[in-house]
Every structure is written in structure tokens, then in C-alpha cells.
């Protein structure tokens, strides 16, 4: 079993910065790549950002120049580095983890394991 607890979610003006946090733990072994999604109201769940186990990062368009994922193995813990938010930033913000292939991928099916999420509201 692997549990996926994130934190770091608050409520910040537009142009502000926040950073948000995901600490696996359990059979953590298994876990190859981990990243974020996030889903707002009314909308499907989408990539946000993820990193392999070696720590090559992925973005999406929309927080490409923006958003830094990191990641620190030792701790079981990714980072998610949120600068010039958006009000369209706004939504619940879920860590997600994959145990079975090693490359990331942008589909939300491919990840099994995920976190109880964090909300991010950013207001203009």
C-alpha cells in the first residue's frame, strides 16, 4: 500500500505564488512516476505537471514558464512550485503516482495512486 498525502493549498491573490507538497508513503519502492492534476468545478481532471523517477519534469502548456516540479527520493516527496497564478489556477489540486510503467504520462488513467487533493483558489 502507498498513501499520497499533499498540503501546501491555500487561497492567494492573482500574481501570487504558493507551493504545494506530496510525501508518499508505505511500499514506496514500487512508485515510479509522480506528478499533479488538478480539477476544477464542472471540469475534467487534467495534467498539470509530473516527474520520473530521474527527475526529468513535464508540463502542460497552460503552466509551462510558471509551474517548477522537483523531486527529493530520499524523502518520497515531489514539490509543485506555483508562481503568477491565475484565476484560472483555481481548483482542487491532487497528487498522483504511478507503480507500474517508469514514464510519465499525461493521462489520468494511467495513475493508480492518488492523494485526498488541496484546494488552490486564486482570486483576480
Known amino acids: 500500500q502507498v498513501l499520497l498525502v499533499e498540503s501546501g493549498g491555500d487561497s492567494v491573490q492573482s500574481g501570487g505564488s504558493l507551493r504545494l507538497s506530496c510525501t508518499a508513503s508505505?511500499?514506496?519502492?514500487?512508485?515510479?512516476?509522480m506528478g499533479w492534476f488538478r480539477q476544477a468545478p464542472g471540469k475534467e481532471r487534467e495534467e498539470v505537471a509530473t516527474?520520473?523517477?530521474?527527475?526529468?519534469?513535464y508540463y502542460s502548456d497552460s503552466v509551462k514558464g510558471r509551474f517548477t516540479i522537483s523531486r527529493d527520493n530520499s524523502k518520497n516527496m515531489i514539490s509543485l512550485q506555483m508562481n503568477s497564478l491565475k484565476p484560472e489556477d483555481t481548483a482542487m489540486y491532487f497528487c498522483?503516482?504511478?507503480?507500474?510503467?517508469?514514464?510519465?504520462?499525461?493521462?489520468?488513467?494511467?495513475?493508480?495512486?492518488w492523494g485526498q487533493g488541496t484546494q488552490v483558489t486564486v482570486s483576480s
Open positions: 498522483a503516482a504511478r507503480r507500474d510503467y517508469s514514464a510519465c504520462s499525461r493521462s489520468v488513467n494511467a495513475y493508480t495512486l
Open positions: 508505505g511500499s514506496t519502492d514500487v512508485v515510479t512516476c
Open positions: 516527474i520520473d523517477k530521474i527527475g526529468r519534469p
